[in-house]
């Protein structure tokens, strides 16, 4: 049976992230101390330095470009639906005609 999935609180991985960036130690050092993946720690390093305040927002929170992203996203996938509807609905009427 394959490993559960553990999920870190966002002070937890605030601070370990912290002890990389301003304390200045190796990720593997910090990795290994505090038990968790090298890569994953280096992930949580990117996210803090791409967002900084807004990083690790909690569990199923998005902050508010990931919001808005999810809303355009799905709103141009229905627009593309109608389009296609809109294009096959014209073929039908122009064949019609003759």
Known sequence: ??????KHSREFKLEAVKQVVEHGRPVSEVADSLGVNRNMLSAWKRVFEAEAALAFPGQGKQNEF??????????????????????????????DKS
């Open 1 to 6: 049976m394959g490993k559960s999935r553990r």
């Open 66 to 95: 990931e919001e808005e992203n999810r809303r355009l996203r799905r709103e141009l996938a229905i627009a593309r639906q109608e389009r296609e509807i809109l294009k096959k609905a014209a073929a039908y009427f122009a064949n």
